[in-house]
C-alpha cells in the first residue's frame, strides 16, 4: 500500500494567512493527488484534483504543486470559510489510501 | 444533477453483518464511465477506502477488508450496496459512498452525505 503522510496534522492560523499543508507520498504517485476539505459533520468536498486542476466553483485562493511523492495545498489568504480539515489522496494505485488529515483552526 | 445518499441501520450488533446501500440520482450506476466506492471515517479519525463496483459488477476491495466485505450493485434500482461481516466495535465509523470517473485523475467527485454506524451490544 501506498502511504500518504500530511503535515502538520493541525495548525492556528489568521484570516488573511498563508497556509501551506504537506503531503507525501511513500513512492512516486507520479501527479495521481487529489486534495479534499471537509467541514465538521459533512462529507468530504473535492477541492483540487491531478495535483493542481482546481474544481468548479473552488476560490483560486487554494493552489497546488507537486510531483513524484512530495505535494503541496496552498491557501493564499485564508479566509473563514476554509477552517475545516484537510485530506490528501492518491489514485495512482490500490488500495486508494489518504493522508492523515491536516486541521486548520483559527487563532 | 448527480447525488448519492446512503442508507441502512444505524446500530449493528457486534458478530452481525452491517449492510448498506447508497441510492444514485442522475446517472447510471451501471453505464461503465465510473467506480462506485465506499469510505468509511471512525470518529476523530481519517478516511479508509473499502472498495468499488464497476459497470455490471466487477469489483475490487481493500486487502485490509476483502475477507468481510462485499459490494453489489442493483441495477433495476440504480443503487449499489455493501455488506460488512462478522463487525466489531472497530468498524464504527461515518460511511460514505462516493463516485470515481474511471479516466482522468480518478478522484472521488461525488460524495453522499454520510451514514454512522455504531457496532455496539
Known amino acids: 500500500d501506498i502511504q500518504m503522510t500530511q503535515s502538520p496534522s493541525s495548525l492556528s492560523a489568521s484570516v488573511g494567512d498563508r497556509v501551506t499543508i504537506t503531503c507525501r507520498a511513500s513512492q512516486s504517485i507520479s501527479t495521481y493527488l487529489n486534495w479534499y476539505q471537509q467541514k465538521v459533520g459533512r462529507a468530504p468536498n473535492l477541492l483540487i484534483s491531478a495535483v493542481s486542476t482546481l474544481q468548479s466553483g473552488v476560490p483560486s485562493r487554494f493552489t497546488g504543486s507537486g510531483s513524484g511523492t512530495d505535494f503541496t495545498l496552498t491557501i493564499s489568504s485564508l479566509q473563514p470559510e476554509d477552517f475545516a480539515t484537510y485530506f490528501c489522496q492518491q489514485s495512482y494505485s490500490l488500495p486508494l489510501t489518504f493522508g492523515g488529515g491536516t486541521k486548520v483552526e483559527i487563532k | 444533477q448527480v447525488q448519492l445518499q446512503e442508507s441502512g441501520p444505524g446500530l449493528v450488533k457486534p458478530s452481525e453483518t452491517l449492510s448498506l446501500t447508497c441510492s444514485v440520482s442522475?446517472?447510471?450506476?451501471?453505464?461503465?464511465?465510473?467506480?462506485w466506492s465506499w469510505i468509511r471515517q471512525p470518529p476523530g479519525e481519517g478516511l479508509e477506502w473499502i472498495g468499488y463496483?464497476?459497470?455490471?459488477?466487477?469489483?475490487n476491495y481493500n486487502p485490509s477488508l476483502k475477507s468481510r466485505v462485499t459490494i453489489s450493485g442493483d441495477t433495476s434500482k440504480n443503487r449499489f450496496s455493501l455488506k460488512l461481516n462478522s463487525v466489531t466495535a472497530a468498524d464504527t465509523a461515518v460511511y460514505y459512498c462516493?463516485?470515481?470517473?474511471?479516466?482522468?485523475?480518478?478522484?472521488?467527485?461525488?460524495w453522499g452525505q454520510g451514514i454512522p454506524v455504531t457496532v455496539s451490544s
Open positions: 442522475g446517472v447510471s450506476v451501471s453505464g461503465g464511465s465510473f467506480y
Open positions: 462516493a463516485r470515481r470517473p474511471i479516466v482522468g485523475a480518478t478522484e472521488f467527485d461525488y
Open positions: 463496483l464497476y459497470a455490471r459488477g466487477t469489483t
